[in-house]
Every structure is written in structure tokens, then in C-alpha cells.
């Protein structure tokens, strides 16, 4: 009887663990650079996704994902790391040489066996998986120095250890277009890459301001920015970052002087910003304020507070966008909800206001937001109840709600109503969503 109860309990308990696995990834938005990992019978070759779509080719453990700009990754139970999306830079781990009609299909990152993967984050142009003993190890193409591999390299086509944090446990890794930022467990953080504006704060050099920081106070009703909008806005972005020269660069990882004996709980990178939240609850930002990102009217460059007035738990950002997780208490509202500031040609603030300085988004009709992620010029957010939550642009698809509309508050993808979400990412133009099943 008592083996019988044993060998009971412990059915239940595999069953419990399989079950706890048990999750697919769906994906939506943009698909040309095949970051969605759906194949052409599905798309059409090259062709975007209008509402969430199975990821097919993956293991049915997933645990997370992440999306880097035209990139994905997905970690299963056994800390495998999986890649699909963009390999010009080889930013997926696998053969350099592998055609570009295979890249939208799901591949196991090569190199990586020897390393139990517990989180992983993207940039454009390169990959970083850290191991569950707090090691950081990058792979794909920067000119910028995001690899943190020493001076000089500007290529990894396999996984290679960042040497420098070897003595540190990491927890996040956050990338910009050319800048990166680390998290310790112990809550250092260390910055690496382009380091113009101050958007990996004092890393021991003195700070420079990049050519597009003599666009920092420019209002986006200007008119450059008039007419096509978010195509031009982009470019003057772009055009300032090419004609860039004797580019700032930091080739590997330094602790961030004016942050030492600040505890960091979080933090994120935008296009050429950074978001920094401290233990206290202290929010700070640094780089380029182009788009008003920084969320502050001191415009001195390092790391500075937002000028945010609830209590922020957790932040995100998207290109030109940041956003947070805050706690209000207040008359009007109590509980959790999200502020936002910076870039909002298509509505990705969701909300009407000031741009430049933070405001909280309205519309949620009693939801709590517990998790956000911006894109381009979209957003979206998962709520306590596990719903999805979209705003911004809808060009391609990237809200997934059948649609190419622009939504300019945060709407409900109720295609999703009978999952369970655990986990919503955005790229630049597309989103991974994991649920339970």
C-alpha cells in the first residue's frame, strides 16, 4: 500500500511538471525577415501574420521568449536555446552560410550545449544567453562593440563567454542599437558599446554628445517630421547614426561609476536610450532624447531622474517609446497600472498628452498590467488575469487583431481569450506570445 501511494504521488508530480511545460508560442506582426518562424504555406513567402499564429518547429516545454528587433529566441525546460528570424549578422547561432529561405524556421543555437540557458536578450544585430550560473555569453556582428568581446571584434559567428563578467552573476542583459547594458544579481550594473549621449552613463570616459543630440529638444510636429512621419523620423535617426565618425565605443563591459552604491532593480534599453530603476524606486534615464524619451526636463546628459510621479515596479521601451509598470495610489486610482513617454507618431504611448514627460494610460477598465514590451511604434502588455493588451501601429499586423488599423488605446486581443498568456514580447514590427496549455 505504502509503495503503491509513493509510486501514486509520484506519477502525479511527473504529471504536474509535464503539464507545468506543456506551452506553445504564437507570433504576429511583420514577417519578412522571417522573425515570426512561420513558413511561407502559412504567410506567403515573406508575408506578415494579422493574428497570433503557432510557432511551428519547437518544443513543446518553452519556458520563455524574447524578441530582438528583426529576430526571436525561446528557451525550453532543459535550457536549450532555439532561434529564428534575421541572420545577416549571424545573430541565430547556426551555419553563416545557412540560405535565407531557411531562417524562419526554428533551429537550436549551435555552441551552447555546455550551457544550462536561463534567459536570453537581442539586439538587432546580435544574440546573449546567460547560464544558470550568471555567465553572459554573445554571438552575431556589431560595429558598435555590443559583442563586449575586447577591442577590435566586431564578429562572433558562435557563442563566445564575455570574459570580463566572468566574476559577476548576471541576471539581465539589455540591448540597444549599438549599446548594452548588465545586471548582477547583487544589483552593479555594467554598460558596454556606443557609448554617445551618456546612454551607457560614465563608464570612465568622458561623455559625448552624438550628432543627433542637436536634435534632442525638437518637437515632433516640426517639419521634418510632418508628411510620411514615421518613415522620415526613422531616417533622421538612421542618416545621423551613419555619418557618425570616431564612433565613442567601449569594447567591453565597465561598471557604471555614478550608479556605484546604488542598489539597480531593472533595466532596459531603448534605440539610443536607457532606462535604469533603482531598489529605491528611483527611475532614471540617459542618452538621446530625440523622441523625448528621457522623460525629464533637465536634459544634462548621464543618468538623471524621470520626472515620474508615481512608483515605478518595472520598465520597458521601445524604439523612440519608454514605458513603466507603476503603482498609483490615489483618489482617482489604486492599483497597478502603465505611464508612458517619448515617441507617439502612431499612438504607441496610448494615450493623448505631453510626450515629452510621463502620463499614465487610461482604458483598462479595471485590468492590472503586470508585464509590458514596446516595439517600433506599438506596444503591448499582459495583464494579472493572463490577457493581452495592444496599442500603436497597426501596420503588418503587429497588434494581431486582424487588421491593419492604429489603435490609440490599449485594446483588447480577444482572439486570445481561451489561453492562457504567460509571456508577451515585442520586436521592432513583431510580437512572440507563450502561452499554457
Not at 185 to 211: H, Q, T
Request: some cysteine.
Amino acid at each position: 500500500m505504502a509503495l503503491a501511494v509513493s509510486t501514486k504521488a509520484l506519477f502525479a508530480q511527473s504529471t504536474t511538471n509535464r503539464l507545468r511545460w506543456m506551452s506553445t508560442v504564437m507570433s504576429f506582426g511583420h514577417g519578412s525577415q522571417g522573425a515570426l518562424g512561420l513558413p511561407d504555406s502559412v504567410t506567403g513567402h515573406g508575408g506578415d501574420a494579422y493574428e497570433p499564429t503557432r510557432v511551428l518547429g519547437l518544443p513543446s516545454d518553452i519556458t520563455s521568449v524574447s524578441a530582438g528587433h528583426y529576430h526571436s529566441l525561446a528557451i525550453d525546460s532543459r535550457g536549450g536555446l532555439w532561434a529564428w528570424g534575421r541572420h545577416q549578422e549571424s545573430q541565430l547561432g547556426r551555419d553563416p552560410l545557412a540560405p535565407r529561405d531557411s531562417w524562419n524556421a526554428p533551429k537550436r543555437v549551435e555552441g551552447l550545449d555546455h550551457v544550462n540557458v536561463r534567459a536570453a536578450f537581442a539586439s538587432g544585430v546580435i544574440s546573449a544567453a546567460i547560464g544558470s550560473d550568471g555567465s553572459v555569453w554573445v554571438w552575431g556582428k556589431s560595429k558598435r562593440g555590443q559583442l563586449g568581446l575586447g577591442k577590435g571584434i566586431i564578429e562572433a559567428i558562435t557563442p563566445r563567454r564575455v570574459e570580463v563578467l566572468a566574476r559577476e552573476k548576471i541576471v539581465k542583459v539589455s540591448f540597444g542599437w549599438g549599446h548594452a547594458l548588465a545586471l548582477t544579481e547583487d544589483g552593479k550594473l555594467f554598460g558596454w558599446g556606443y557609448s554617445a549621449d551618456g546612454r551607457i552613463g560614465n563608464v570612465g570616459e568622458a561623455l559625448e554628445a552624438s550628432l543627433l543630440d542637436s536634435n534632442a529638444n525638437m518637437s515632433m510636429d516640426d517639419k521634418q517630421f510632418s508628411g510620411s512621419g514615421l518613415d522620415v523620423a526613422e531616417q533622421v535617426v538612421l542618416e545621423g547614426m551613419e555619418k557618425e565618425k570616431d564612433m565613442p565605443i567601449s569594447w567591453e563591459p565597465q561598471l557604471v561609476e555614478e550608479l556605484q552604491g546604488v542598489e539597480v532593480k531593472d533595466t532596459v534599453c531603448g534605440l539610443d536610450h536607457s532606462l535604469v530603476l533603482c531598489r529605491n524606486g528611483t527611475l532614471l534615464s540617459s542618452g538621446s532624447n530625440v523622441y523625448g524619451q528621457l522623460g525629464r526636463a533637465k536634459l544634462d546628459m548621464g543618468f538623471l531622474p524621470v520626472d515620474l510621479t508615481a512608483h515605478p515596479m518595472s520598465v520597458a521601451s521601445g524604439l523612440g517609446h519608454s514605458l513603466a509598470i507603476c503603482e498609483v495610489l490615489s483618489s482617482d486610482v489604486e492599483g497597478m497600472t502603465i505611464f508612458s513617454w517619448g515617441w507617439n507618431q502612431c499612438s504607441q504611448l496610448g494615450r493623448e498628452g505631453p510626450e515629452n514627460l510621463p502620463s499614465m494610460i487610461k482604458g483598462w477598465e479595471g485590468e492590472a498590467p503586470i508585464s509590458v514590451s514596446g516595439g517600433r511604434v506599438h506596444s503591448t502588455a499582459v495583464t494579472s488575469n493572463g490577457e493581452v493588451w495592444v496599442w500603436g501601429c497597426g501596420k503588418n499586423g503587429r497588434l494581431g487583431l486582424g487588421s491593419s488599423s492604429d489603435e490609440a488605446e490599449p485594446t483588447l486581443l480577444d482572439c486570445l481569450e481561451d489561453f492562457k498568456v504567460l509571456q508577451a514580447v515585442s520586436g521592432f514590427d513583431h510580437n512572440l506570445i507563450l502561452v499554457d496549455e
